[in-house]
Each structure stands twice: as structure tokens, then as C-alpha cells.
């Protein structure tokens, strides 16, 4: 009988091998037609994998510099596709297209939550935070403003000599914490120091186990998604934990709000806090509040809406603190739009604040989005100067002054993504920022402590925003 090692030797059996490699690599280096070019590359099956993390921005600048405006690499054992210039605005465009579906892949958050189980989940989502963040935000901005002044009063506080904060980045996402949970579960709920620190820390939490993925991504991605969703089911799982506390902590509201609805009928007024919605929503599609649905609902609302607008602000204030050249007219602007902290700012003094608006969309322009560089190449589109004018690639704070405001998508604001999947909360995102910064510019003398603007950190393609000591002293 012949042995298993005896096969494996055999001439016949390593000249099949050789041969079906030979077949594999050619294929998997072989143009197709009516496909982006591929660039080409040394060691199969590693592609460029190597190269993307070396120096991503370097590699993608010369692939395109060789390829023209769209181009394909192979990395993780996946193509993926370039595109740069008009043709990434088209694409962006297009309804088939979702940043959302593609940072699926590198993390499929919505299996992780379990919202997949839910038809129409996010266009649910998206129709809500059109309704009440869009058309009525105006209900909305006194509460905002209270929660974002009472969070800078308590965490950055008084300043009459100048105070060092160290770590800018975790107070600012504890405001806006706050804040965003004030809107959606209420002035109750937004004091409650464990809902806090849920909405604060889910997306980092989400971030870190990502972070443990990379390795696996490298390998496949369908390994990484496999790998992802085990990590997730057992062990630990932070999800259920998170999921857990908040519906603990909403029953006996939501307990409440049924006895007052049969109580009081018709004559009810229910509130304004997202979170009635969210019930509503519930109750005409399963009959019955499902403790499931809503925790999902609230979940995705938490991941996209407070880390986003909390290194937005960060990143922002960066730019603030080491640009004093802007100091005086962003100033004066405030001084002449804003009152005192006394009375209220509303969305129509927040709109009129242009240079504020055109600083920050600047701010965000040119650190771009996380993953985009893989996808969209971010790198050719902050360069473009028939897209945002002379000298693109630095910062210029007034650029868009009495151009398309920061909130409008279209070809000088990708932030947002574009087209039917351009995020719907992006009114509310613009106003939060604003409104935050108003505060801060009009209370505060900001800067760096060594006068320069402080640098971000790259990684990988993505782009982390520097949270480092910033200097604050009361201005009055
Ligand atoms: C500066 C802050 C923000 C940025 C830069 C941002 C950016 C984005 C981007 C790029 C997308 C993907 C668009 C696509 O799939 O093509 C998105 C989707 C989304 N965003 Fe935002 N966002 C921000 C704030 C917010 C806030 C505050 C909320 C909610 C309160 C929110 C809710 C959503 C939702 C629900 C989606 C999914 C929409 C869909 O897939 O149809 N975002 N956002």
C-alpha cells in the first residue's frame, strides 16, 4: 500500500501542484475586461499589502499618479477599487453606493448589534433624524445649548488663570455625550452618570475591538467578519452589557409613559425626546414596546452620532487653538451674532455664523473620513484646486465663506457622504459643532502650548485627531 507521505512526493502530484499555482496567480493577476486596471504587483496572494501599510498615502499618490483616476489594488486577499477626482463624486453619487455597506465590511456592526434581524432598520433611522433633527431642530436648540453650556461650565469650568486641560479629547466627548443623550432619552436619563458613560465609551469600546481584528483583516476579510461576530456572541460580549444596562435603565420610563397614555387618552401630549418616537415606532410594529429594537435603534444613534461630532469639535478646536491669525475675525463674529450667556442661541444665529461654518468644514476637510482612503481617494480630492481654490492642501479657514455651508453635500463637502445615503443627521452634527465651539471661542482665550497647530496622528490610511494638552483662560 502506497503511503500518504509516498503520494505527496510523487513527481505527478508536485507537477499538479506547481501547475494549479501557476493557474491561481495568473488568474488572480490577469486583467479582466471592462475592469479598472490593476496594478501590478510582486508576491501573490499578499499583493499590495505591504506597500498600504508602509506608507499608504505615498503608495495611493503614486498609483495614481501612474494609473489615472481609477485604479484597483489587491490587499487581504480582496480587490479593491480606487477612484479619485469626478469619477469619485459620481460614484459617491450613485444610490448604490454607501460608506455605510462598505465599513460593513471591515466591521459588521449591524450583526454585531443584532439589528440585521429588523427590516428597514436604517431607513427608519434616516426618516426619524430627517423629521426631528431636521425640520424641527429649531424645538430642540434650547436644550441643546443648556446641556453643551452646563458641560463646558463643569468640566473646563472657571478659568481665571490660565488652566491646562490634558486630555481635551475625553471632556469634549462627555459633553457632547450628554448632550446627545439629552435629545434622545431625555433630561432625566442625560444625568444619569452609568448612561453617560454609556454613550460616551460605546463607540471607543467598539473601536478597540476592531483594533484586535486588524490582524484577521489582513489575512481575509470574511475571516475577519467570522472572527469579529465570535468575539462578539461569546465571551464577554460588551454589546449585551450596553444593551442590558440601557434597558434597565429606560423601563420604568417607559412604564410611566404607558400609564400616563392610558391615563390621559387622547388628551396625553407625549414629549419630545426622541426616545417617544422610538416607542411609537415600536408599538406599530410589533404591537409591543420590543426592548430589542429600541436598544439597536439607540446603539446606532450613540456610534453615529457622538464620536463623529466629538473629535469633529477636537479637531476643530486643534485648528482654533493653533491658528491665532483666525482668533480676531472669528471673534468679532461671535460678538456680533451671539448674545450673552444668558439668552439663547438659536439655529438662525448659529446659520449666520459663516466664518465659523466655512472654519470648521475646512477643519474636516482635510482629515477627511475614516477608511476613505482605501476607497475613495481622499488624498486627490483635498489637492483639487478647481474644487476649493488656491493652495488646496493647506489650511485656509475662510475658503468657503459665502460658498455652499458646511451641512450642504455636493462636491466641496464629502464629510457626509453624498447622495440617498448622505447622513441624515447631519444638521444636527453642524448645529452641535457650531453651537459648541460658539461657546467656547466667546468664553475662553484657547491655545497650544507651544503656539503650533497640534498634530494629528496617521495610521494606516486613517487619520486619529490629536487629543493634547490646550491652554484656557477666561477671556472677561
Ligand atoms: C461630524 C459628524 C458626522 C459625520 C462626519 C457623519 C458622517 C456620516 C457618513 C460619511 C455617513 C455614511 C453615508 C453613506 O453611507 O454614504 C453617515 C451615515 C449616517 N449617519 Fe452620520 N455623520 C455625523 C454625525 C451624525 C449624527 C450626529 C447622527 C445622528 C444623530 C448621524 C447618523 C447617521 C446615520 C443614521 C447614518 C446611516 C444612514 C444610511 O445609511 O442611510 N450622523 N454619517
Known amino acids: 500500500m502506497i503511503s500518504l507521505s509516498e503520494i505527496i512526493v510523487s513527481p505527478h502530484v508536485l507537477v499538479l501542484f506547481v501547475v494549479g499555482l501557476v493557474v491561481i496567480i495568473y488568474r488572480l493577476r490577469r486583467p479582466k475586461l471592462n475592469e479598472p486596471p490593476l496594478v501590478p504587483y510582486k508576491y501573490p ?46 460614484m459617491l453619487r450613485s ?10 465590511q471591515r466591521f459588521p456592526f449591524y450583526d454585531i448589534i443584532g439589528s440585521t434581524l429588523y ?61 446627545v443623550a439629552n435629545v434622545i432619552v431625555g433630561e432625566t436619563l442625560c444625568r444619569d452618570p452609568e448612561v453617560v458613560e454609556t454613550f460616551a465609551t460605546f463607540a471607543t469600546m467598539l473601536v478597540q475591538n476592531r483594533k484586535l481584528s486588524n490582524f484577521a483583516y489582513f489575512i481575509h476579510p470574511s475571516l475577519h467578519r467570522k472572527y469579529v461576530k465570535l468575539i462578539f456572541k461569546y465571551g464577554d460580549n460588551p ?9 434597565r435603565k429606560l423601563k420604568p420610563i417607559f412604564e410611566k409613559h404607558q400609564r400616563d397614555m392610558q391615563q390621559h387618552g387622547n388628551e396625553w401630549k407625549c414629549s419630545d425626546d426622541l426616545i417617544q418616537r422610538i416607542i411609537n415606532h415600536s408599538l406599530e410594529l410589533f404591537d409591543e414596546i420590543q426592548y430589542d429594537y429600541i436598544t439597536c435603534y439607540l446603539l446606532t444613534l450613540i456610534l453615529a452620532g457622538i464620536h463623529t461630532v466629538s473629535t ?9 487653538a493653533g491658528r491665532p491669525e483666525y482668533w480676531k475675525d472669528l471673534r468679532e463674529e461671535q460678538e456680533s451674532i451671539a448674545g450673552d450667556f444668558e439668552s439663547d442661541l438659536s439655529v438662525k444665529q448659529i446659520n449666520e455664523m459663516k466664518k465659523l461654518d466655512s472654519f470648521i468644514k475646512e477643519s474636516i476637510r482635510l482629515v477627511g473620513h475614516v477608511c476613505r482612503l ?27 465663506v459665502d460658498k455652499d455651508p458646511f451641512a450642504m453635500v455636493g462636491r466641496t463637502s464629502i464629510a457626509f457622504g453624498l447622495g440617498k445615503h448622505a447622513c441624515p443627521g ?21 491655545s497650544s502650548l507651544d503656539g503650533k497647530r497640534p498634530k494629528n496622528i496617521s495610521a494606516h490610511g486613517s487619520i486619529i485627531i490629536a487629543s493634547v494638552p490646550l491652554k484656557f483662560k477666561n477671556r472677561k
Open 119 to 179: 427590516p428597514d432598520f436604517t431607513d427608519n433611522i434616516s426618516a426619524m433624524l430627517m423629521d426631528r433633527l431636521y425640520r424641527h431642530l429649531g424645538d430642540y436648540q434650547p436644550r441643546i445649548y443648556r446641556e453643551l453650556q452646563n458641560g463646558i461650565d463643569q468640566l473646563i469650568g472657571d478659568c481665571k488663570e490660565t488652566k491646562v486641560i490634558e486630555n481635551p479629547g475625553h471632556i469634549i466627548r462627555t459633553i457632547i455625550a450628554r448632550t
Open 426 to 446: 447631519r444638521w444636527f452634527a453642524v448645529n452641535n459643532i457650531k453651537t459648541a465651539m460658539s461657546i467656547l471661542i466667546r468664553k475662553y482665550e484657547i
Open 239 to 247: 454589546v449585551q452589557k450596553h444593551k442590558d444596562l440601557l434597558i
Open 312 to 320: 469633529s469639535i477636537l479637531n476643530a478646536l486643534n485648528d482654533f
Open 45 to 90: 496572494f499578499v499583493g499590495h499589502s505591504f506597500e498600504i501599510k508602509r506608507n499608504p498615502e505615498e503608495f495611493i499618490k503614486q498609483c495614481h499618479k501612474k494609473h489615472g483616476d481609477i485604479f484597483s489594488l489587491y490587499a487581504s486577499r480582496q480587490i479593491y477599487t480606487v477612484v479619485s477626482n469626478d469619477l469619485a463624486y459620481e
Open 95 to 104: 444610490s448604490d453606493f454607501s460608506f455605510r455597506s462598505a465599513s460593513d
Open 374 to 400: 482605501v476607497f475613495v481617494n481622499h488624498l486627490a480630492y483635498v489637492s483639487n484646486p478647481s474644487l476649493h481654490g488656491d493652495n488646496p492642501e493647506t489650511f485656509s479657514g475662510f475658503r468657503y
